[in-house]
C-alpha cells in the first residue's frame, strides 16, 4: 500500500506510523491510512480509474482533487454519487467505481470513440472538432 | 441562529471566525474538504528570505486560535443553496440548514480548465490536484510527469514535486484552442514569467524581468527562448513547444510535443513523443462565487481580479444586507492577503451586529491597513493589476449605493 506514499519528505514532517484503515472497491480490499481520501487511499494502491464516463465507457480519474470538477464520482455503501476526492475512507467502507448506464440516443455505445485518436480519425471532420 | 455562518476553512475563513469570536459572536464555519485550511494546506514555498512558508503549521496556527476562542467548525460540510429569510439567511447543506443573521462566503477559488486533446484519460489532473496529492494526501502522482501551462502557480507547484521526489520531464504550453488562447501564446506567457523569477534562479528570467513592461523586449526573449527551456531545478521550462495531444488508452501513456513560432502556431514536422505516466495541466485560477450568485449578489468582471466577482466594498460588505465576502472569492492573491481580509471581514460582521460604534470602526480602519501592507509585500503575486482592480470593484460598490439613496 505504500508504493506511492511520501513517507519522509526534505521539509515536511514524515509520516511516521498513522492508523491504517481497511476498505473495499468493487469488491477487492485495500488499506488505506486515516486521514485519506478514496481517491487518495486508491491512488496510493495504484489505482487511477474511478469510473467510466456513463455513456461511452471512457475511463476517468480524478481531475480537481479539491471538490470543483465531480468528475470522480463513486457510490459509496450503495449510494451513488460521492465525490471520491472529498470523501474520507472508513473502516469497512465499500467503494464502487461509476459505472456504463444505459443511453437511450445511442444504443450502439461500442460505436462511440474510446480515445482521442479515435474520435479525430472517425468523428472529427474537415478539421473541426465541433463538426 | 448564529450570529454568522462563515462558508470556507480557508485563511479568510478561518481568520473571520476568529475575529468573530474575539468580539463574541456565535459562529459556525463550514467546510466541505476534510480538513479545514483550504488551499493553505497544500502551500510550500520557500520565502525570498529563504524561510520556508509551510501551509500546514500555518493552518495549524489559525485552526489553534480557533479552537482556544470555541469556534465550532464542521468539515465534510457542502454548501449548495442559500435562501434570505426575514432574519437573514438560510445556508442549506448536505447535513442540513443552517440559519444565521449574517453570512460570510470565503469559498475561494478553482481552476479554470486548460482543455488538451486526450485530457480525460485517467493520469491527467490539474496542477493544484498533484499538490494536494503531494504536500496533504501525501502520494505520489506517478513516476514522471509533465506540465502543460506556465505561470506563478504552476511553477511554485513544479518545484514542491520535484521537493517530494516527484520527476518532471518539463514545463510546456497547453495546445492552442479556442479555449487556451492567452495560455498558448508564448509572449502572453513570457509576460507572466517575469513573475516566477524569484522561483526559477534562471539569470535570464531575471534578465527577463527587469524590462518586464517593454514588449520589445519580451519578444525579443520569446524569439531566443533558448531551445532546450529556462532550467527550474533539473526540469526546463519552454515557452515554444506545446502539448498537442495526450495519449493512452485505459490512462496516460505517453504526450506529442510540438514547437511553437514566436506567435505559438505549432511548427509543422517538429512534433515528438514523450514516455510519461501523468500530466498536470494548469489554466489559473478564477474566484469561486457561484454561492454569491445565487443569494442574488450583484458581479461584475474585473480581469485583474480572476473573473467575475461580487461586488463589495473595501471593508468586505456586499451590497446584500448581512452578505460578506472574503478571501479569493473577492480577486486571486496569496493566502496572506486572504487571511487580513478574513479578519477585517469579521471585524465588519461584528459592527454590523453591534450598530456600527467608534472602537470597531477604528479597528476595520487598522484591518484595511494591513491587507494593504500585506498585499505590498507579497512574494506571490498572481496579477500585476490587482489594485487597480481592486479599486475598480470598491467604486462600482460605491456607485450602486448613491444609485440606490
Ligand atoms: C488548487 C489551488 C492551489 C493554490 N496554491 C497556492 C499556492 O501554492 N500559493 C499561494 O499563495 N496561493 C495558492 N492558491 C491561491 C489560494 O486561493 C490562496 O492562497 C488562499 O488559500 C485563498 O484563501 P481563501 O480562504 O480565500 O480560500 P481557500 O483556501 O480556497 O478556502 C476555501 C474553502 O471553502 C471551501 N468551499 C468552497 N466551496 C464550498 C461549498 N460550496 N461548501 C462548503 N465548503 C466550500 C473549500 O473546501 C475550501 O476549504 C491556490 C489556489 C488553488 C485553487
Ligand atoms: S476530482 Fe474534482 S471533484 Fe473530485
Known amino acids: 500500500m505504500n508504493k506511492n506514499r511520501i513517507m519522509d519528505h526534505p521539509v515536511l514532517e514524515s509520516l511516521g506510523n498513522p492508523k491504517k484503515i481497511t476498505f473495499t472497491f468493487d469488491g477487492k480490499k485495500y488499506e488505506g491510512f486515516e486521514g485519506d481520501t478514496i481517491a487518495s487511499a486508491l491512488l496510493a494502491n495504484g489505482i487511477r480509474k474511478l469510473r467510466v464516463q456513463e455513456a461511452t465507457g471512457n475511463p476517468r480519474s480524478i481531475y480537481c482533487n479539491i471538490g470543483h470538477c465531480f468528475e470522480c464520482r463513486v ?12 470523501t474520507l475512507i472508513e473502516e469497512n467502507m465499500a467503494v464502487d467505481s461509476g459505472q456504463v448506464l444505459p443511453h437511450p440516443l445511442h444504443p450502439d455505445v461500442e460505436d462511440l470513440p474510446k480515445t482521442y485518436a479515435d474520435y479525430a480519425k472517425n468523428y472529427k471532420k474537415g478539421g473541426n472538432p465541433n463538426a | 441562529m448564529h450570529d454568522v455562518v462563515i462558508i470556507g476553512a480557508g485563511p479568510a475563513g478561518l481568520s473571520a471566525a476568529i475575529s468573530c469570536r474575539e468580539l463574541d459572536l456565535d459562529v459556525l464555519v463550514v467546510d466541505e ?55 437573514g439567511f438560510n445556508t442549506h447543506t448536505n447535513q442540513g440548514i443552517f440559519p444565521s443573521e449574517n453570512l460570510l462566503i470565503a469559498t475561494g477559488a478553482a481552476e479554470s480548465p486548460a482543455p488538451i486533446p486526450g485530457w480525460t484519460l485517467p493520469g491527467v489532473m490539474s496542477i493544484g490536484a498533484a499538490q494536494v496529492m503531494t ?4 502520494v505520489r502522482v506517478g513516476n514522471k510527469g509533465i506540465v502543460a501551462g506556465v505561470n506563478v502557480l504552476s511553477a511554485a507547484i513544479a518545484i514542491e514535486l520535484q521537493l517530494a521526489g516527484v520527476e518532471l520531464h518539463s514545463m510546456v504550453l497547453p495546445a492552442k484552442n479556442a479555449v487556451n488562447k492567452h495560455h498558448a501564446n508564448p509572449k502572453a506567457v513570457m509576460e507572466g514569467l517575469v513573475r516566477v523569477a524569484h522561483l526559477a534562479p534562471s539569470p535570464f528570467i531575471r534578465f527577463g524581468s527587469k524590462f518586464a513592461n517593454n514588449p520589445l523586449v519580451r519578444d525579443i526573449a520569446v524569439k531566443f527562448f533558448p531551445k532546450g527551456g529556462v532550467k527550474m531545478g533539473d526540469m526546463p521550462i519552454h515557452v515554444r513547444k506545446s502539448m498537442i495531444q495526450i495519449n493512452g488508452t485505459d490512462k496516460v501513456e505517453s504526450v506529442t510535443l510540438a514547437n511553437l513560432t514566436t506567435d505559438g502556431e505549432v511548427i509543422p514536422g517538429s512534433e ?27 458581479f461584475q468582471y474585473v ?62 480602519i487598522e484591518a484595511k491597513k494591513q ?26 460598490y460605491i456607485a450602486q449605493e448613491q444609485a440606490n439613496n
Open chain 2, 272 to 298: 515528438e513523443i514523450v514516455e510519461v505516466d501523468f500530466v498536470c495541466i494548469a489554466g489559473g485560477l478564477y474566484p469561486l462565487a457561484e454561492l454569491a450568485a445565487v443569494i442574488g449578489c450583484p
Open chain 2, 371 to 396: 491587507v494593504h501592507r500585506t498585499r505590498d509585500n507579497a512574494s506571490i503575486q498572481f496579477h500585476p493589476g490587482i489594485r487597480e482592480g481592486r479599486q475598480r470593484i470598491h467604486q462600482t
Open chain 1, 75 to 86: 457510490a459509496v455503501n450503495g449510494k451513488q454519487g460521492y465525490r471520491a476526492c472529498v
Open chain 2, 33 to 87: 474538504f476534510p480538513k479545514p485550511g483550504g488551499r493553505l494546506l497544500g502551500q510550500l514555498h520557500q520565502e525570498p528570505s529563504g524561510e520556508w512558508w509551510n501551509g500546514i503549521l500555518e493552518t495549524k496556527k489559525l485552526v489553534d486560535r480557533a479552537a482556544e476562542l470555541d469556534t465550532r467548525i464542521e468539515c465534510g460540510v457542502s454548501v449548495h443553496h442559500i435562501e434570505k429569510t426575514e432574519t
Open chain 2, 135 to 138: 504536500n496533504v494526501h501525501r
Open chain 2, 303 to 364: 480581469e485583474e481580479l480572476g473573473g467575475h466577482v461580487p461586488v463589495h466594498n473595501e471593508q468586505m460588505e456586499t451590497p446584500v444586507d448581512g452578505l460578506f465576502v472574503a478571501g479569493n472569492i473577492t480577486g486571486i492573491e496569496s493566502s496572506k492577503v486572504a487571511k487580513d481580509q478574513g479578519t477585517l471581514a469579521g471585524i465588519s460582521i461584528a459592527n454590523r451586529k453591534y450598530g456600527k460604534n467608534a472602537d470597531l470602526e477604528f479597528s476595520i
